[in-house]
């Protein structure tokens, strides 16, 4: 069964630090996501990636996040300057767009920043 | 308007119990509920979900209700086992192209053996 992956799986980094979370969808998937999870909180919306272009942000979607569709195959979220408070479980997710309207999410990408 | 409330918090039963969870939301533009289960250190995954046009969905041991009118909806699991213990999450969405997920606060259930 086709699967979303993402890299790393757990990734430490300094306070202030650039980080790029990666993930490949599921082929012929139209519709992207990323949504965090703080240890122990739920799931958050991110952002939502169509067409090459964001079609909705959240509030925790500041200028320090970014997403890009780099090639035909990857889509990654970028942390510009990480903060403590970033520290969390990563998901990418993606959806079909056809009937169903499933969304699959990725294993995840644990961040820590120390 | 797009929260959705969950409770409980935690469920603990005994092995062989129903265990019940119920979400409320506010949105009546929502028209897709899934419901995910989340085992610790994992991604969610989807276990059932539920479209506005059905009231009920049942699948082996697991089924949903929904109440549209009421707003809310909820997870039914009967004759639990120990490896049903996990955190489940509802979600609840519009179901016209990209909208995103909202989740609730999830509910911790225990299931003993």
């Known amino acids: 069964e086709p699967e979303v992956t993402q890299t790393p799986s757990h990734q430490v980094t300094q306070m202030g630090q650039e980080v790029i979370l990666r993930c490949v969808p599921i082929s012929n998937h139209l519709y992207f996501y990323w949504y965090r999870q703080i240890l122990g909180q739920k799931v958050e919306f991110l952002v939502s990636f169509y067409n090459n272009e964001i079609s909705e942000k959240s509030e925790i979607f500041d200028d320090q996040f970014s997403v890009e569709r780099p090639d035909g195959s990857n889509f990654t979220l970028k942390i510009r300057s990480t903060k403590l408070e970033d520290s969390a479980m990563y998901f990418c997710?993606?959806?079909?767009?056809?009937?169903?309207?499933?969304?699959?999410f990725g294993e995840g990408s644990w961040l820590t920043v120390v | 308007g797009e929260n959705v409330e969950q409770h409980p918090s935690t469920l603990s039963v005994q092995e062989g119990d129903s265990a019940v969870i119920k979400c409320t939301y506010s949105d009546s533009a929502s028209n897709y509920f899934p419901w995910y289960k989340q085992e610790l250190g994992k991604r969610p995954q989807l276990i059932i979900d539920?479209?506005?046009?059905?009231g009920e969905k049942k699948d082996q041991r697991i089924a949903v209700t929904l109440n549209k009118t009421a707003k809310h909806f909820s997870l039914h699991i009967t004759e639990t086992q120990p490896e049903d213990s996990a955190v489940y999450f509802c979600a609840h969405r519009g179901d016209t192209g990209f909208q995103k997920l909202v989740f609730g606060t999830g509910t911790r259930l225990l299931v003993s053996p």
């Open positions: 997710a993606s959806m079909s767009g056809h009937s169903g309207n499933t969304i699959y």
């Open positions: 539920i479209r506005s046009n059905v």
